[in-house]
């Protein structure tokens, strides 16, 4: 079953869109993941720090280019 090139563009355009938000507030995604988990226990390793910030700017980069292939398969 084909993907219609529409849902495929909509897709790529929102996966960019993330990645943009991930990188550009990177910090305010970390306070948001801090609210998120701060109820569970300290023994429950999360990540912080460098690692987690590089983390998060990696995940954007990594939905941009998915976004940028959805759109070239949307159009091509």
């Known amino acids: ?3 219609s090139s529409h849902i495929q563009a909509i897709f ?6 993330l990645g943009l938000v991930m990188i550009i507030f990177h910090k305010q ?3 948001w ?3 998120l988990y ?3 226990p300290t023994a429950i ?3 912080t720090g460098t690692f987690r910030t590089v983390t ?11 976004g940028i292939t959805q ?3 949307a159009f091509v």
């Open 45 to 47: 390793w999360r990540p």
């Open 56 to 66: 998060i700017i990696v995940l954007g980069a990594v939905s941009i280019l998915i």
């Open 71 to 73: 759109l070239l398969l």
């Open 12 to 17: 790529g355009v929102y996966l960019i869109i």
């Open 29 to 31: 995604v970390e306070q």
């Open 1 to 3: 079953m084909r993907i």
């Open 38 to 40: 701060e109820h569970l």
């Open 33 to 35: 993941n801090d609210d």
